[in-house]
């Protein structure tokens, strides 16, 4: 996964503010919504077994083992603008988004593709 500039200094500015120590942001992805999954991000306190750890740009994002080969290739983007923000995923594995914005239809990469 990669991470922009703007997604690490966000991610920064939430852990400066975390009312607990923070081991990283944890990013997945969930069933539900109406393309079928959503992604889920949260402040973890700790690394869980199995979390694929990213340290990158002064940043630990924690990506949950089940949902790695969904997200090989993403890039974590943070976006501004007059009527919102908010962190945006950009995935070559989406197949499909809902017009609402907040779910997608993913389809998982090859495991070969880790390699």
Known sequence: MNVTEAAASRVRELIARADKPVAGVRVGVKNGGCAGMSYTMELADTIARGDEVIDTQGVRVLIDPKAVLFLLGT???????????????????????????????????KPEAVN
């Open 75 to 109: 890039t974590m983007d943070f976006s501004v603008d007059k009527m919102s923000q908010k962190f945006v995923f950009k995935n070559p594995n989406e197949t499909s988004a809902c017009g609402c914005g907040e779910s997608v239809s993913i389809t998982p990469a």
